[in-house]
């Protein structure tokens, strides 16, 4: 970087305080009333010289960074008159801290109070003219968005109030996200690694909504949340254990112990946290919900599956009903001269039709249990294995029927006297057999546990 010409060096630095940027006054050497800019000057005649911007940090006591050029001025009461390049410089986040030269006073102030503090005409004129460099924004990354404008598409209707439930907590979390990085800008003005982070995560919620990606959405949202845990202070931090502590009594076992570790009991609580054993805390909390979001997404799904299979197996009942009673000739099962006579492919369709919907009841009556008690629910609640179990109990009431009349049947339980009379028995007896389907179940089930 070229330097000035000039003898004269001055900073105008910047420093980032909750959001507020203040700059760096010194007491003048002559008078400790009065304030000035800090200024170096060089030795034209030495052969080695000082960096001027180290010199500016050894004079406000901080280390500096990003020189930007900022404007020049002429102080003529010095002897010889002399002018001065002055330029921007901001605070570098996160750096030692030292006392400044010849333990010089040193203020930092807003552009306004500096007005009011500096001594020199000129110097309050320079202030009054320079303004926050807009390369600064630039190099901290301080662009970030964190505001929308939303407008639901219409394909989302159907799912409403889902979308403007997303739609809320990310405009809310979105003003709360804000807040906290303004009032956890580093000191030269730049946003903290979580902050740009968290931004880009509300953004990124944002993208996956318009693409109606809800389960992504809440994902992202929520990995927002977490990591803005590290812009709160310590009573924050401690409020919000005090709330995940009480969360996690609704947690499974596991994840419970988990969170009692990392936090402590309601009844004896850690006061020494910090933001990452809080996130860590949150996080799993959050995996809980999310798992159990997920499971009753898959339930919601194997319904929806079941109610258009039971529509199909009912409706075909009905048609089937309406063409034994008035179009088939006879009986499915009559005694022509005392011999029993089944009308063989007619009753078996019956059956076959009841067993689906035995089965078809059994899985909406069972579903919701099974899916608590399965560590891999998508084993059962996928479109898979849902019409597996349907026609599971389909065909148990089939095989039921062959063997009631096979003469295997006869053979074994000769004395029993079991066959039934009339098709609607059949058609009851079939119904029961469809229920059978949970045998598909514990079997998958075991497999699963195995694994």
């Known amino acids: 970087m070229s330097r000035s010409p000039s003898h004269l060096t001055g900073g105008i630095v910047w420093k980032n305080v909750s959001g507020h940027r203040l700059i760096a006054i010194i007491a003048d050497d002559n008078n400790t009333n009065q304030w000035k800019l800090p200024v170096v000057e060089q030795d034209p005649y030495s052969l080695i010289n000082t960096d001027p911007f180290e010199e500016i940090a050894l004079l406000v006591g901080v ?13 003529p009461d010095l002897d010889p008159p002399e002018y001065a390049i002055f330029w921007h410089l901001r605070v570098r986040p996160n750096t030692r801290k030292f006392s400044p030269t010849d ?8 552009p306004v109070e500096a007005v009011k503090h500096l001594t020199l005409e000129s110097e309050k004129k320079l202030i009054k003219s320079a303004d926050f460099p807009s390369d600064f924004y630039a190099l901290a990354g301080g662009n970030i968005t964190l505001r929308y404008d939303y407008q639901k ?18 405009r809310s979390h979105s003003a709360i996200l804000e807040y906290r990085i303004r009032e956890n800008t580093l ?32 994902k992202s949202l929520h990995a927002s949340v977490r990591l803005s845990i590290f812009g709160m202070d310590h009573i924050q931090l401690n409020d919000l254990a005090k709330r995940i502590r009480q969360e996690a009594t609704n947690l499974n076992e596991w994840r419970q112990n988990a969170v009692e570790r990392l936090l402590g009991k309601s009844d004896l609580p850690d006061q020494n946290l910090d933001a990452s054993t809080l996130y860590l805390a949150a996080e799993i909390r959050d995996e809980h919900f999310s798992n159990q979001y997920y499971k009753n997404r898959l339930t919601k799904s194997v319904i929806y599956t079941l109610l258009v299979l039971l529509t199909a197996t009912v409706g075909s009942i009905f048609i089937y009903i309406a063409y034994i009673i008035y179009a088939f000739p006879v009986p499915l099962i009559s005694f022509p001269s005392e011999i029993r006579l089944v009308q063989t492919l007619p009753t078996m369709t019956g059956v076959m039709l009841f067993g689906l919907f035995g ?3 059994s899985s ?13 629910p998508e084993l059962i609640n996928s479109h898979f294995f849902t019409t597996v179990r349907v026609f599971t109990g389909g065909a148990a009431a089939i095989a039921f029927f062959f063997f009631l009349e096979s003469e295997l049947f006869e053979l074994i339980l000769p004395a029993l006297d ?7 028995t059949y058609f009851a007896i079939a119904f029961v057999c469809g229920f059978s389907e949970r045998l598909l179940l514990r079997a998958i089930a075991t497999i699963a546990k195995e694994e």
């Open 153 to 170: 598409p219409s394909e989302h209707w159907s799912n409403r109030e889902a979308f403007e439930r997303l739609e809320g907590d990310l």
């Open 187 to 218: 000191e030269d003005g730049s946003i903290p690694a979580w902050g740009e982070q968290a931004g880009a995560l509300i953004n990124m919620a944002y993208e996956q909504m318009k693409r109606g990606k809800l389960d992504p959405a809440w």
């Open 364 to 376: 909406l009556f069972k579903i919701k249990n099974t899916s608590s008690k399965l560590k891999n």
């Open 418 to 424: 079991l066959q039934p009379k009339s098709g609607k």
């Open 103 to 110: 333990n010089r006073r040193v203020k930092w102030v807003s």
């Open 359 to 361: 089965a078809v009841m």
């Open 63 to 75: 280390e500096v960074k990003d020189p930007v050029t900022a404007d020049t001025l002429f102080y």
